[in-house]
């Protein structure tokens, strides 16, 4: 029997849960601090990408409220 997945991209919605996750493993063993590191940076990526997101979204606004 062969068995395939679907692949879909990573929401912040799993990375919050897998973070969750990561924490209970730390805790129960320091072996998985590299994940949990991992999974922080991930997070950290994601906010900076929506920072920058509305970062461009506010200059453009400034553009069109100046012309």
């Not at 029997?1 to 879909?8: C, G, L, P, Q």
């Not at 991992?38 to 970062?55: M, T």
């Not at 200059?59 to 069109?64: D, R």
């Given at each position: 029997m062969k068995h395939t997945s679907v692949s879909r991209p990573v929401t912040l919605e799993d990375?919050?849960?897998?973070?969750?996750?990561?924490a209970a493993l730390v805790i129960a063993d320091p072996v998985y601090?590299?994940?949990?590191?991992?999974?922080?940076?991930?997070?950290?990526?994601?906010?900076s990408k929506q920072d920058?997101?509305?970062?461009a979204r506010a200059i453009l606004a400034g553009q069109k409220a100046s012309a």
């Amino acid at each position: 029997m062969k068995h395939t997945s679907v692949s879909r991209p990573v929401t912040l919605e799993d990375l919050q849960a897998m973070h969750r996750m990561a924490a209970a493993l730390v805790i129960a063993d320091p072996v998985y601090i590299p994940i949990f590191e991992r999974i922080e940076r991930e997070l950290a990526a994601h906010a900076s990408k929506q920072d920058s997101v509305a970062r461009a979204r506010a200059i453009l606004a400034g553009q069109k409220a100046s012309a």
